[in-house]
């Protein structure tokens, strides 16, 4: 098969695709490194290497052409996706597992690029949450609230030789979703809360500027045409809508829309994660519905989920429902009179 | 009068391949040299091929029809010069397949004598009757589906009552890239092809007329409306010069008509069923020398660029090889890589350059590695949407390519793959550089292929069943002749010994066969009382008998010679 068209479309790739959203990220890293220290670097160095050598690994064993396939940079998306939602300074065998859960079991397993139904990067993240509760949670604290800031070499002291000189309770502080949940447990008025140290102007303290760059990152792929505007704003859109209606039914038990919008991962899900084509919803009426699902999803396990949030398992659960929405969802077709919603 | 005001209706999708046009549209149109010898496809039309009228060995002239129309869907194909039938024989033709198809090789006599072209008294003329002179002077759509254009231009094609046509469309879009053949004919020729617009209009019997140009250009665009106040020639209806965005495939039928009107053509039917016809800018030319010249289409006007010494458009005679083409614009460069027939989004590659150019035929890029660099490997579909934001048609191509790669041809089809036009534009923006076209081709000849083995073997088993129950039909007509029969017989039986009784003649022939068998049975009892075996020697001939006994003799000879071996009888 070779006809027409003889000619494509220039600078369009895969690995095109997947440098430009590499690239949105590089804000968020940056002021990730600002305000939590070097450990950023690390993770992502190590989530890179496990995820290119465990990627290698499984496309030899399936005899697939290692070259074309490393190359479009699916891996390395998956890795900075994953370092992204993990702790830093966590130890180096939890980015192994955790690579290994999304490269081999989500990705290769499945078939490879553009095969798997669930994101890589979350299944990774869910297995760790699930399996490894205590190191998962163990976040640095942000610069300034925490009695010491980790240089680059002590981030990789820690990483590799675990917890030395540095007593973990020097650099970690429990996350703002983490200290809502557990103060209000204890039945805090939200005032007093949100006035404790891990909580910053709207969201989380330092959270709430890299999700600030997410957001600035998630409109220069939108400006690439790299994702389309369905999934961000059906996402945060539906975060805002169920986190008021909570909030507007009561101010003292939950926190505002804002805050949602601007702590744990809820950016970096709505222009990153919710957004991978692989997995998501494919039809722009299918893409406002399955991200709907997933932000709303989001609001009701931070509220009375068990974890502190829920992006991961919110994006996971849309994403079983990605296919059964897409079949229902089909668009008009130029010259039929309906969308021929009904797949046979 | 300006057109300013009309609304554009912007179409889904679409995409800007670079154009390339600048490579061609700079020069005009030129000639082309008297060639010794050319191929006339009889098929160059949708619907029958011509039927040759010729025979080799005849003299032609330039313009007299060579093969004529055989049916409804076909048009007639005429002698681009003056010169001898040398064969008609099946020659290499522009197609994707590469296979040859019968074409009249016409050996040139140099001369290029003409038959006297009879301009048409088109306003007096029966309006059926004129549009079987167009069809016999081998008229088809220009833009490269090349339907024979009579039938278009009958009022009465509209398959819908409620639905006469009410919109005349000039596609001037020329939507392709590398292409300029439209351009350079609307630049050079707008009165010719506004007097062609009048024609069409006014036998249509349409109330508007709508050109419609890309915005890329302006000197065409100028050129029809000016054109269009100078044209003395009598309207019917308003023509209107409209320039539409330049975006691929703004040029498609469907969409050149969406983006003037607004109107949809509903999927599997024609723009005549929303009351619009739609013709190429080059068939409305073609249809002005044949209505106000008498001329039939004997030459169309070829782009030829790419990897050429000297790109621009000729004004070929149907029937030109393409090499004859490729020499007048320079030669092939160093370094060319085969030819494409058509636009880089829809076009073929060129199996064989002595094909000859054809109605069809609207441009040759001669391709070369930069110009179009082999693609690359295809990765697997990342489902990004690329291709579906980028259908003209709002399809889903990659959920198409899915079933289509999976060979689940049934789910392809309840994607709307025979809604797709092949535009390519999925495939021209697909990051995994997924051939996805081809895959929709491949999944519709299959589909056709399966439908045609499905008539085959329904028809097979149609025949079957039919043989089947024609052999237990004459077996049960067999046995009921045969029933029939031996009741008949049956009946003749019992009513037999009735008759018997009373035949004298018949009772005296059993008594005389009652006693000659009773005498043969006493006659055996005796011999039997004697006893001596009968032996079937009585009533001989004395030769024979005598023959007898002497073996008789002989055998009690050699019996008593054996007697103390043997107990004899």
């Known amino acids: 098969m070779n006809g027409s068209p003889f000619t494509l479309l220039a600078n369009n790739s895969v690995s095109a695709v997947m440098l430009k959203v590499m690239a949105a990220l590089i804000p968020a890293i940056i002021a990730h490194a600002w305000f939590y220290g070097p450990g950023i670097w690390v993770s992502l160095l190590l989530c890179s290497l496990f995820g290119i ?28 996706l994953l370092a992204f939602s993990m702790p830093t300074l966590a130890p180096w065998w939890l980015y192994l597992v955790g690579m290994l859960f999304a490269v081999v079991v989500a990705k290769q397993l499945y078939g490879g690029l553009g095969q798997n139904l669930f994101n890589p990067a979350m299944v990774g993240y869910a297995a760790l949450i699930v399996s490894f509760p205590m190191q998962m949670t163990q976040w640095p604290g942000p610069i300034g609230l925490v009695d010491h800031t980790i240089s680059l070499g002590e981030a990789f002291d820690l990483v590799f030789a675990g917890q030395g000189a540095v007593s973990p309770d020097a650099y970690t502080a429990a996350t703002a979703l983490d200290t809502l949940k557990t103060q209000l447990r204890l039945d805090k008025p939200m005032a007093d809360i949100l006035a404790l140290p891990a909580f910053g102007w709207v969201g989380a303290r330092g959270q709430e500027i890299i999700a600030l760059m997410m957001l600035f990152g998630g409109l220069l792929l939108l400006a690439n045409r790299v994702i389309t505007w369905h999934i961000p704003t059906a996402f945060l859109g539906a975060i805002v809508l169920t986190a008021g209606l909570l909030y507007l039914l009561d101010p003292g038990a939950h926190a ?67 296919p059964f929405i897409d079949t229902y969802t089909q668009p008009r077709v130029f010259g039929h009179q309906t969308g021929n919603g009904k797949k046979p | 009068m300006s057109p300013l005001h009309r609304p554009i209706h912007r179409f889904h999708g679409g995409v800007h391949p670079d154009d390339h046009k600048a490579a061609s549209s700079g020069t005009p149109i030129r000639a082309m040299p008297l060639l010794p010898r050319y191929l006339v496809p009889l098929r160059q039309h949708i619907g029958t091929p011509a039927r040759p009228v010729v025979q080799v060995g005849d003299t032609v002239l330039r313009g007299q029809m060579i093969g004529s129309a055989e049916g409804y869907v076909s048009t007639a194909v005429h002698a681009p010069t003056s010169g001898r039938v040398v064969a008609i024989e099946p020659r290499a033709v522009p197609h994707p397949s590469g296979l040859f198809d019968m074409a009249i090789v016409i050996e040139s006599d140099g001369l290029d004598r003409a038959v006297e072209f009879q301009p048409l008294d088109w306003q007096n003329t029966d309006p059926s009757a004129l549009r079987n002179r167009i069809r016999d002077l081998g008229l088809a759509g220009l833009g490269g589906a090349v339907f024979p254009s009579y039938i278009k231009l009958n009022p009465g094609v509209a398959r819908q009552a409620p639905s006469p ?27 010719q092809v506004m007097e062609g617009a009048r024609i069409m209009a006014r036998m249509l019997g349409v109330k508007s007329t709508l050109i419609g140009v890309e915005d890329n250009k302006p000197e065409a665009i100028a050129a029809l409306n000016q054109a269009r106040l100078d044209s003395d020639l009598e309207v019917a209806g308003d023509v209107e010069v409209v320039a539409v965005p330049t975006l691929y495939p703004g040029g498609g039928g469907k969409q050149l008509a969406y983006t003037l009107t607004g109107l949809e053509v509903p999927a599997g039917g024609l723009s005549t069923d929303v009351g619009i016809q739609v013709f190429n800018v080059g068939t409305a030319y073609g249809l002005r020398q044949a209505v106000l010249g008498g001329e039939p289409l004997i030459s169309r006007i070829v782009t030829v660029t790419g990897h050429v010494a000297r790109p621009g458009n000729f004004e070929v005679r149907i029937g030109t090889p393409v090499s004859d083409l490729l020499e007048a614009a320079g030669g092939r460069l160093a370094d060319a890589c085969g030819e494409i027939v058509g636009g880089p989004m829809m076009g073929f590659d060129l199996m064989d350059l002595a094909a000859p150019v054809t109605k069809a035929v609207n441009c040759i890029i001669v391709k070369s590695p930069t110009l179009f660099p082999p693609k690359p490997l295809a990765l697997p579909c990342i489902r990004c949407g690329a291709c579906a934001r980028a259908c003209p048609v709002e399809l889903q191509p ?72 024609r052999l237990e039909r004459e077996k049960q007509e067999k046995a009921e002749k045969f029933a029939k029969a031996a009741a008949e017989n049956k009946a003749k039986t019992a009513a037999a010994p009735a008759d018997k009784a009373e035949d004298p003649e018949a009772a005296r022939k059993k008594a005389i066969l009652d006693a000659a068998l009773a005498r043969a049975q006493k006659a055996k009892e005796e011999m039997a009382a004697a006893g001596v075996a009968p032996k079937n020697t009585d009533n001989l001939p004395p030769r024979v008998e005598r023959e007898i006994a002497e073996i008789e003799a002989r055998r009690e000879k050699t019996e008593s010679c054996q007697d103390g071996v043997r107990t004899g009888p």
Not at chain 1, 56 to 77: A, C, E, N, T, Y
Not at chain 2, 167 to 179: D, Q, R, V
Request: charged content about 20%.
């Open chain 1, 53 to 80: 050598v465990l990627e290698s690994l499984l496309l030899l064993l399936r005899g697939m052409p290692l070259g074309p396939f490393l190359k479009d940079g699916s891996v390395l998306v998956t890795a900075w």
């Open chain 1, 256 to 322: 505002s829309p804002l805050f949602h919008l601007f702590s744990g991962s809820a950016m970096l899900g709505a222009f990153f994660i919710a957004t991978d084509p692989v997995t998501a919803a494919s039809t722009p009426r299918g893409k406002l519905i399955y991200a709907g699902l997933a932000g709303m999803l989001v609001v009701l396990i931070r509220n009375y989920g068990s974890y502190p949030d829920g992006v991961a398992f919110s994006i996971l659960l849309a994403n079983v429902a990605a």
């Open chain 2, 165 to 191: 046509i009410h919109t005349l469309i000039l596609n001037g879009a020329e939507c392709e890239p590398w292409i300029t053949c439209d351009d350079r004919l609307m630049r050079e020729r707008a009165r």
């Open chain 2, 398 to 469: 990659f959920e198409m390519y899915w079933f289509s790669r999976a060979k689940d041809f049934g789910k392809v089809q309840g994607f709307n793959l025979f809604d797709c036009i092949e535009c390519g534009c999925c495939s021209f923006v697909c990051p995994s550089h997924i051939p996805l076209v081809d895959y929709f081709r491949f999944a519709k000849s299959e589909i056709w292929e399966r439908e045609r083995e499905k008539q085959a073997s329904d028809q097979a088993r149609i025949r079957h069943e039919f043989k089947a129950f």
